[in-house]
């Protein structure tokens, strides 16, 4: 069982684990300034790529080096209300020496002093340590934690298919979503009101089409209702004509029976 045993191996020993981090955190951390003149310069600075495993386990080992970086400078913040601009080796140089304010100096900075040594002892390079003490730790100086980011790649190394990744440090605005989506805009009824009330009336006299159509239809109910009467009174007058005409023969047929007898 692997109780209490953190981390991964990497099918390396431990001093060939230390090697690897350092110099991947040296490549990482270097990466910061970009040689403009260099023809293989990198495209993105703070970035690097590595397989995914390895990025997970550089990560806590970077971190830990900027930490060391943001405690120095407040060290060294405090240090320099004691400092003196003067050249060294020069008498004003030499008189800041041998006064208190250089007891003084010499006490707020030592702080920052060891901890620069401790990241030193980690990279073993005076560039990279001065990248993350002058650079990183002004750059994170707000952020809580959290300075550098993971990335899975889709493509895989040739060779073995192993999964790649990118270990970049976070920046200001640089994972922003391209084509937001802009809010509704919110009308004021107030003004609504006024536009409706400022707007030109429309003259009366003039008919709008749909008064126009309602017209139309409402001759046409009423010619269609007064050709429904007039049927209904030339039937009317049929029947009733028909009516004496059959009175009358039945009158006939009596007066014929009466002189026969």
């Not at 300034?33 to 970077?62: C, H, M, S």
């Not at 030499?94 to 401790?118: F, G, H, M």
């Not at 536009?195 to 010619?223: W, Y």
């Not at 009158?251 to 014929?256: Q, V």
């Amino acid at each position: 069982m692997r109780h209490r045993m953190r981390g991964r191996k990497l099918g390396r020993n431990a001093s060939h684990r230390k090697a690897m981090f350092r110099n991947m955190a040296c490549s990482l951390i270097r990466s910061m300034r970009i040689d403009e003149d260099d023809p293989n310069r990198q495209k993105v600075a703070g970035r690097i790529i590595t397989t995914l495993p390895k990025a997970k386990e550089l990560r806590p080992f970077v971190e830990k080096l900027v930490t060391l970086g943001k405690k120095a400078a407040h060290h060294q913040s405090r240090a320099a209300e004691f400092a003196t601009s003067a050249e060294r080796n020069t008498d004003e140089w030499r008189t800041w020496r041998e006064s208190s304010q250089w007891n003084e100096w010499n006490q707020a900075i030592a702080p920052a002093l060891a901890y620069r040594r401790k990241a030193f002892a980690h990279l073993r390079d005076n560039k990279a340590v001065d990248i993350l003490f002058n650079e990183l730790a002004e750059r994170f100086a707000d952020r809580p934690g959290g300075y550098t980011r993971v990335v899975q790649l889709a493509t895989v190394r040739l060779g073995d298919a192993g999964k790649q990744a990118l270990i970049e440090f976070v920046g200001d605005r640089d994972r922003v979503k391209k084509g937001k989506r802009q809010a509704p805009t919110v009308v004021d009824d107030e003004k609504t009101t006024d536009a409706t009330d400022t707007a030109p009336a429309v003259d009366s006299d003039e008919p709008s089409e749909e008064q126009a159509a309602e017209s139309t239809e409402s001759e046409t109910e009423s010619s269609s209702g007064v050709e429904a009467t007039a049927a209904a009174d030339g039937t009317e007058s049929e029947s009733t004509e028909s009516e004496p005409t059959a009175k009358s023969d039945e009158e006939k047929s009596d007066s014929e029976e009466k002189s026969s007898s």
